[in-house]
């Protein structure tokens, strides 16, 4: 385990080439993980998370793996359909009680309006979404159940306090 700095409660494990994001210590259901800091920037890419509207942390590209398991290990929390965190605002909690070496996830969907590169899910959980592409593609019914993890910002679209964004222009159907 990459331990990150002191006062951290997480760190990154690499198993099988892949990268997950774990607790070191234990932590309560609410309790504050860390912040995800970083470049602000409009347009999404397949690292980036979404914390407002057309609003995405990324990293620079400058950044190293040394420093990015340092200190921005955000970036490795993979998605779940049956998560141990939410992200509020830009920072992420704790859903329930974890202890070392749980994997911390969050639900891509309560974050990502749409996503940059839609993937199919295997997490194996009897909730699982399957293809996740992001809120955007989610029915009525499927935003209303993932509502006590969604972000603000897509909390106000659920509720109609923001209008549904645009459709991107080459998506919209050909005028024949
Ligand atoms: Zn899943």
Redesign the pocket.
Known sequence: MSRTDGSSRAGVVRSSREYSLVVTQPVDAGGHLFAIDGELTDTPNRYTVQVGHALHVDLPESYGLELILDRFFWRFMN????PTAVVRGREVLALKPLQPWQEITFHYNTTEYQMAEPFD?????SR???T?QGFRYLSRSERERLRPWLSAHLLAILDGRVAEPAAAAAEEPLCR
């Not at 998605?79 to 049956?82: I, K, N, P, T, Y």
């Open positions: 998605h779940s359909c049956e899910c295997r997490c194996g959980s699982c979404e399957g996740i």
